[in-house]
């Protein structure tokens, strides 16, 4: 508020004294004025002064950087560094103790958003911001994104297969063929599925139901249907489980007892089924790491089984299941749903390591060339 030009500039850039209370209120005086990127890296556990620093950049940046054909002040926004602008806020907001604010948040969007058109260089300089704003791009979509089916209930396929489909979509079923289609082969192999469970009753054959199973499970991914048998009560008619003396009540828990069967038979040419149905029922019970280590196990005999780069495709890792999914589309025993898959998890995977390369770039403002690289072709599968 001082009259004198220089003397109140002199007092700002003293921070009139080393206490934080001194400095807050130069901060706050100086959001009215020019903006300083360099004060948050001069305090960079002052969770205030980043606040403030935020505001002041936010609202003198936008002023001269907005507007469409032109920047507002073309001659003052020449004069910035909107590198070190951009690195200055993102730097501080995405520190781990920061606490921002509603308003610090909002602020540092506006600036970013607002300043994005007539500073591409600047932006393109620092990848990091480029990384957090694909980022926040793509959570925008995430809640309506469908998760992936883990859970699937035959009833409810069948039910929805009674009422007619679309005509539009009709067509393009009827012109890509129906019986090739997921669906369908969904519905063909649930259904022989439990065929087969229902003759294990007859004959007690776990070696014969177990080849069933195993390829059937090469057909579609919800082969299995994890079902009991059932009796319905003479008098209440309610339906319970049925005591069959089996050594199993879940028809899933079936898998394990026919894979021992298998490799009791003694056929070396059958021990992939073996490894399959068990690989099957581990992720089915979701313990993925005892289905990496028969998968692991499998490949090691046999290196052209798709199945067991499948399964560890289904791995968390990015770098892991993208590798085994790019393997598994060059084995020779694959089958189209198989291969399918494979396609699908290679995207998923590949996508998701580039938008953490892009977000997990240095914050050092140097850019790494070899880690944006990275990330944009991980994008471009």
């Given at each position: 508020?001082?009259?004198?030009?220089?003397?109140?500039?002199?007092?700002?850039?003293?921070?009139?004294?080393?206490?934080?209370?001194?400095?807050?209120?130069?901060?706050?005086?100086?959001?009215?004025?020019?903006?300083?990127?360099?004060?948050?890296?001069?305090?960079?556990?002052?969770?205030?002064?980043?606040?403030?620093?935020?505001?002041?950049?936010?609202?003198?940046?936008?002023?001269?950087?907005?507007?469409?054909?032109?920047?507002?002040?073309?001659?003052?926004?020449?004069?910035?560094?909107?590198?070190?602008?951009?690195?200055?806020?993102?730097?501080?907001?995405?520190?781990?103790?920061?606490?921002?604010?509603?308003?610090?948040?909002?602020?540092?969007?506006?600036?970013?958003?607002?300043?994005?058109?007539?500073?591409?260089?600047?932006?393109?300089?620092?990848?990091?911001?480029?990384?957090?704003?694909?980022?926040?791009?793509?959570?925008?979509?995430?809640?309506?994104?469908?998760?992936?089916?883990?859970?699937?209930?035959?009833?409810?396929?069948?039910?929805?297969?009674?009422?007619?489909?679309?005509?539009?979509?009709?067509?393009?079923?009827?012109?890509?063929?129906?019986?090739?289609?997921?669906?369908f082969?969904?519905?063909h192999?649930?259904?022989?599925?439990?065929?087969?469970?229902?003759?294990?009753?007859?004959?007690?054959?776990?070696?014969?139901?177990?080849?069933?199973?195993?390829?059937?499970?090469?057909?579609?991914?919800?082969?299995?249907?994890?079902e009991?048998?059932?009796?319905?009560?003479?008098?209440?008619?309610?339906?319970?489980?049925?005591?069959?003396?089996?050594?199993?009540?879940?028809?899933?828990?079936?898998?394990?007892?026919?894979?021992?069967?298998i490799?009791?038979?003694?056929?070396?040419?059958?021990?992939?089924?073996?490894?399959?149905?068990d690989?099957k029922?581990?992720?089915?019970?979701?313990?993925?790491?005892?289905?990496f280590?028969?998968?692991?196990?499998?490949?090691?005999?046999?290196?052209?089984?798709?199945?067991?780069y499948?399964?560890?495709s289904?791995?968390?890792?990015?770098?892991?299941?993208?590798?085994?999914?790019?393997?598994?589309?060059?084995?020779?025993?694959?089958?189209?749903?198989?291969?399918?898959?494979?396609?699908?998890?290679?995207?998923?995977?590949?996508?998701?390591?580039?938008?953490?390369?892009?977000?997990?770039?240095?914050?050092?403002?140097?850019?790494?060339?070899?880690?944006?690289?990275?990330?944009?072709?991980s994008?471009?599968?």
């Amino acid at each position: 508020m001082c009259v004198d030009a220089i003397l109140r500039d002199k007092l700002y850039e003293k921070a009139l004294s080393p206490t934080t209370g001194a400095q807050t209120f130069a901060l706050k005086w100086r959001s009215r004025l020019t903006c300083w990127p360099n004060v948050c890296e001069d305090h960079p556990d002052d969770e205030k002064v980043a606040e403030l620093a935020i505001l002041t950049l936010a609202h003198s940046v936008t002023a001269i950087a907005e507007c469409n054909e032109k920047p507002a002040n073309p001659a003052v926004l020449k004069q910035i560094s909107m590198t070190d602008v951009y690195k200055s806020v993102l730097e501080a907001i995405k520190r781990p103790h920061f606490r921002a604010s509603a308003i610090t948040v909002n602020h540092t969007l506006e600036l970013v958003a607002l300043s994005c058109m007539h500073s591409a260089p600047a932006m393109k300089a620092y990848p990091p911001s480029i990384g957090t704003c694909f980022g926040a791009l793509n959570r925008l979509y995430r809640p309506g994104a469908e998760d992936d089916q883990t859970i699937f209930d035959p009833r409810n396929l069948a039910t929805a297969l009674e009422r007619a489909l679309p005509q539009h979509l009709s067509k393009i079923l009827m012109n890509y063929g129906a019986e090739r289609s997921e669906i369908f082969l969904t519905m063909h192999c649930t259904r022989d599925f439990s065929n087969a469970m229902f003759d294990y009753l007859e004959n007690e054959n776990l070696y014969k139901l177990g080849l069933t199973q195993a390829k059937l499970s090469l057909k579609t991914e919800f082969a299995a249907v994890d079902e009991y048998f059932q009796s319905a009560d003479p008098q209440t008619g309610d339906w319970s489980i049925r005591d069959t003396g089996l050594p199993f009540t879940r028809w899933a828990d079936s898998l394990p007892h026919c894979a021992r069967a298998i490799r009791g038979a003694g056929k070396l040419d059958e021990r992939d089924y073996a490894d399959i149905l068990d690989i099957k029922h581990h992720v089915m019970s979701r313990r993925l790491e005892d289905a990496f280590r028969v998968a692991k196990r499998g490949i090691e005999r046999n290196p052209e089984q798709a199945y067991f780069y499948y399964a560890l495709s289904l791995s968390v890792d990015d770098v892991q299941g993208l590798r085994a999914s790019k393997k598994g589309m060059k084995c020779k025993l694959i089958t189209p749903f198989l291969s399918f898959q494979m396609v699908q998890r290679s995207v998923d995977h590949a996508g998701d390591m580039g938008i953490k390369v892009l977000q997990g770039l240095s914050d050092s403002g140097a850019g790494d060339k070899n880690s944006t690289r990275t990330g944009k072709v991980s994008l471009s599968w």
